[in-house]
């Protein structure tokens, strides 16, 4: 078999139950709920004062800017603030990716993931609170694009999301690279809100998308939220782990990357 051709995702771990009972992991998730709680503030939020400064047209072009701009200055931060501790990812597809490459294990991962929705829906109800009751909005497809339209886009956006976590922060040979690994990670999300935030929101990321469905209890089309970043984030695994990752390095601690 030619060396680059490997089996991908021949190092799933999927550890033990007692790991959601130890301090290094609770601490870790604690980190994502922290990080993912200070994300979705500053997304929605964005939104919301946008739409209040300008009389609801936070889908203009300039609210669309507005958006990209807030989205990622909010990662840069939230990746950079927890990526010593539980390795910033700050996204349920980013997770999965870590998981089928054998950077994490299964059941750490249910852990960041459950913190990363926790701190999304916290950050919606904190929002409506301090803004006096306004709309933590829903993700939602635009006039004319179907769901299946939305599903390659956020397969495709989420695919260069997670590509570039693992060129950035994963990979073992990333070297003096990985100290611009939370920039790049903001500004790939800040860049594909560009792209698709006009047609359906431009998620790439479950928990930003569930917490406000749970907060304005709207869940029309949501499962397009999940289904196409998980799908992104695994196929961008899948290349990068069999053509890009030299497997004679073994799998970086989960506080490294």
């Known amino acids: 078999m030619p060396e680059f051709i490997v089996v991908p995702f021949r190092r799933i771990a999927f550890g033990t139950h007692d790991e959601i009972r130890q301090a290094g992991a609770l601490k870790a998730a604690l980190a ?3 990080s993912t709680l200070i994300f979705v503030f500053a997304g929605e939020g964005s939104g919301m004062a946008y739409s209040k400064l300008t009389g609801d047209a936070a889908t203009t072009p300039a609210g669309l800017i507005a958006a990209a701009v807030a989205h990622a200055f909010g990662l840069f931060v939230g990746v950079a603030i927890s990526a010593n501790i539980s390795g910033g990812h700050v996204n349920p597809a980013v ?3 870590a998981f089928l490459g054998g950077y994490i294990t299964f059941f750490r991962g249910i852990l960041y993931i459950i913190a990363q929705l926790l701190g999304s829906i916290v950050a919606c109800l904190l929002l409506k609170f301090s803004t006096g009751g306004l709309v933590t909005s829903a993700f939602s497809l635009s006039s004319g694009e179907s769901v299946w339209n939305a599903f390659v886009l956020e397969i495709v956006m989420t695919f260069g999301l997670v590509y570039t976590v693992y060129a950035t922060a994963i990979d073992p040979k990333k070297g003096d690279i990985g100290t611009i690994a939370p920039i790049a990670i903001g500004f790939i999300v800040g860049a594909n809100i560009l792209v698709g935030g006009a047609f359906d929101g ?6 930003v998308s569930f917490g406000p469905a749970v907060v304005s209890w709207s869940w029309h089309n949501h499962w397009v939220y999940w289904a196409g970043p998980i799908v992104g984030a695994v196929i961008a695994a899948a290349i990068y782990e069999i053509f890009f990752i030299d497997h004679s390095h073994e799998a970086l601690p989960t506080a490294e990357y």
């Open 202 to 207: 431009a998620s790439m990321n479950p928990a």
């Open 32 to 34: 994502e709920f922290i």
């Open 95 to 97: 997770t999965v990716g």
